[in-house]
C-alpha cells in the first residue's frame, strides 16, 4: 500500500430536491491502494448514491470527491479508464456467447486480459461458448465479474458481486478478488452477506440514513459494538444458576426435554459464564460471536436482511432509483458507443 489514497470523500452530502432529508449526509473516508473495503447498509442507506458520486455518475451537492487523484465527475473519462463497475443487474448483449462478450469489452482497451484468461480466472470454461441469454443467474453473474476485471482496472467497485451463487461458487468469486487484490488491486464492494464482508474486508464502512456510522477493522467494530457473545445450554431444570443470570444479558429460559431447560443469553463474561455453567453441569453448550451482525443492529437498529433487494421494494425510495441508474453503468465501457465492434450486437 502507499500513503496516497486511492480513493477519499471529504464532507460528501447528496441532497435530492424531493427529499427532506440528504441521501448521503457529511460522509468522510479514505482508503488505500490495495485494500478490501466492504459498504454494509440498509436499503435507503445512501451506498448506491456514494458508489455513483465515486465513479462519476452523480455530481455530490456539498464535499470533495476524489478517485484516483481525480475528480470523478469531471474527469469521468479517465475514470471509466480506469475504474470498472460490476453492477447488480447490466444491459449486455444476450445473443453473444460468453467468450464473444468478454472478447468486445477487451477490444475497448488497450492493454486488456484476453477473454481465455478472464474465462479460466472465473471458471467459464464450460459456460465459453453459451449466450448469455441461456446463463444461470450465477453464471450471468460471474460474466459480469468478468466484464469488470477484463480492463485491468486499478479500482474495482462491485455490488453484491455474489447474488444468486451458490456456496461453492462463491468461495471462488472470493478468490478471484483475493487474487486481483494480490496483483495490486483495490476492491471496493457492497454486500448484504455478513460472512463476505468478514471473509474479504480490510475495513468495512457501515452506512445508515446517509450518514457514516464505522468504518474500520472487522474485528475493531467488533470488539467496540458488539464484544458480546451469544451462549445456549441445556442445564438440569432443578439447577440454581443465579450466577449465570449474574453475568447474563437477555436470558431466555425454555423447558427441553425431561428435566431439563434450555438457557440462552448474551455476555461481555464468557469465561466466567462458562465457569458457572459447568459448575451446574450444563451441557450442550454452543458459542456464538455477535460479529458484524451484531455491530449492525447496534449501529442501525435493525438486523440486516440476507437478501435485501431494493428492487423489490413496494414503496421505491431514492437508493432504488440510484441503483438502477448504477445498473445502466456499463462495466467500464458504454457499448453503446461501439455497437458494431462486437460480433452479435446487432439486432
Excluded at 478490501?36 to 451506498?47: D, F, H, V
Excluded at 479508464?81 to 482497451?109: G, I, K, M, N
Excluded at 465479474?145 to 485491468?152: M, T
Amino acid at each position: 500500500m502507499t500513503d496516497q489514497p486511492i480513493l477519499g470523500l471529504e464532507e460528501v452530502s447528496k441532497q435530492y430536491p424531493d427529499r427532506n432529508a440528504p441521501a448521503v449526509d457529511g460522509v468522510s473516508l479514505e482508503i488505500s491502494r490495495g485494500e478490501i473495503i466492504s459498504l454494509l447498509g440498509p436499503n435507503g442507506a445512501g451506498k448506491t448514491t456514494t458508489l455513483e458520486m465515486i465513479v462519476g455518475l452523480r455530481r455530490p451537492t456539498s464535499g470533495t470527491v476524489s478517485t484516483l487523484g481525480l475528480n470523478p465527475f469531471s474527469e469521468r473519462d479517465e475514470i471509466r479508464r480506469r475504474v470498472a463497475v460490476q453492477p447488480q443487474h447490466a444491459t449486455v448483449f444476450d445473443r453473444q456467447t460468453v467468450r464473444e462478450l468478454l472478447r468486445c469489452w477487451a477490444s475497448f482497451y488497450p492493454d486488456a486480459h484476453t477473454e481465455d484468461h478472464v474465462i479460466g480466472q472465473l471458471g467459464l470454461q464450460d459456460s465459453a461458448e453459451v449466450k448469455i441469454a441461456k446463463l444461470s443467474g450465477g453464471q450471468r453473474q460471474r460474466v459480469l465479474v468478468g466484464l469488470a476485471l477484463v480492463s485491468k482496472p486499478e479500482l474495482l467497485v462491485l455490488d453484491e458481486p455474489t447474488t444468486g451463487l451458490d456456496p461453492n461458487a462463491r468461495q471462488d468469486l472470493w478468490g478471484t478478488i483475493q487474487q486481483y487484490r494480490a496483483e495490486g488491486g483495490t476492491v471496493l464492494l457492497s454486500t448484504h452477506l455478513m460472512e463476505e464482508a468478514e471473509e474479504l474486508s480490510d475495513r468495512v464502512a457501515i452506512m445508515h440514513q446517509g450518514k457514516l456510522e464505522a468504518f474500520d477493522t472487522t474485528e475493531y467494530l467488533i470488539t467496540e459494538f458488539a464484544p458480546a457473545v451469544e451462549i445456549s445450554a441445556t442445564v438440569p431444570a432443578e439447577a440454581e444458576h443465579a450466577e449465570v443470570t449474574r453475568l447474563a444479558t437477555d436470558l431466555v429460559t425454555e423447558p427441553h426435554g425431561s428435566g431439563g431447560n434450555r438457557i440462552s443469553f448474551r455476555t461481555q463474561s464468557s469465561d466466567a459464564a462458562l465457569r458457572a455453567l459447568t459448575d451446574i453441569r450444563a451441557r450442550q453448550i454452543h458459542i456464538r460471536e455477535a460479529g458484524l451482525a451484531g455491530v449492525f443492529r447496534t449501529l442501525t437498529g435493525r438486523d440486516m436482511a440476507p437478501q435485501e433487494n431494493p428492487a423489490a421494494a413496494v414503496a421505491p425510495d431514492k437508493d432504488s432509483n440510484d441503483r438502477e441508474r448504477l445498473e445502466h453503468c456499463n462495466v467500464g465501457h458504454d457499448q453503446r458507443a461501439h455497437p458494431t465492434a462486437c460480433p452479435g450486437a446487432g439486432p
